[in-house]
């Protein structure tokens, strides 16, 4: 696949290197411009290249959204259109503000992403794990070990989509549901960045 980013920080420095690693090509992008992305570009290999968040957004079928909350009503919606957008994202008032809807709990922050791409299918992941231990804490399949990482969404294809990916990088997935559920994984959760294997994560979910 080519994957397209949008947004280049920890998160998605470190998913596309774990993307390519796993044979697929990616698009970087950043609210700079590409120019800004040649040291990254070099440093992920051939098989990564640096775009505008638009071109970003035209690469194959899924798209990374990776960038602080505040900037998702900046974002452009071209070329989304039918996309699997994996959303990293999470809220953090003090750099955010205040959203009311988030902070009264009726959406979550997937679910405003998906309002915002409203003819894409938006899968909330990575967004439970510190940035480094993506790479760190990966295992290989039927490892005792091997962490599980939680996603929704509520597109059941695209589901499927992320969750290939996720297992192919070096994680088991849990389906927690619709994209609403994603509020049980988001920070400040018992779910939120707990290394743990499928059963107890399950627990850990619940426990919202």
């Known amino acids: 696949m080519k994957i397209g980013f949008i947004g280049s920080g920890n998160i998605g420095r470190t998913v ?3 993307f390519l690693r796993a044979g697929h090509s990616v698009v970087m992008s950043n609210s700079r411009g590409p120019e800004t992305l040649t040291d990254l570009v070099r440093k992920l290999g051939s098989k990564a ?3 505008t968040a638009e071109q970003a957004a035209l690469a194959d079928d899924l798209i990374v959204v990776t960038v602080p909350l505040y900037a998702l009503p900046e974002l452009s919606t071209s070329g989304t259109k039918d996309k699997v957008i994996i959303d990293t994202m999470n809220y953090y008032p003090l750099r955010d503000g205040h959203i ?3 902070d009264n709990g009726t959406t979550t922050t997937s679910e405003l992403t998906a309002a915002h791409f409203p003819n894409a299918h938006v899968v909330k992941a990575f967004n439970s794990i510190i940035a480094s231990e993506i790479e760190t804490t990966a295992k290989p399949k039927n490892d005792p070990k091997r962490r599980a990482l939680p996603i929704a969404g509520d597109s059941a294809k695209a589901k499927e989509t992320v969750t ?3 297992e192919a990088i070096g994680f088991d997935v849990y389906d927690a549901g619709d994209l ?3 509020f049980r994984f988001q920070n400040g959760t018992p779910a939120y960045c707990a290394r743990a294997d499928r059963s107890t994560l399950v627990d850990l979910l619940q426990q919202v």
């Open 16 to 18: 596309a290197s774990c």
């Open 100 to 102: 009311a809807s988030l």
């Open 164 to 166: 290939d990916l996720i």
């Open 49 to 51: 290249t640096a775009a």
């Open 180 to 182: 609403h559920e994603g």
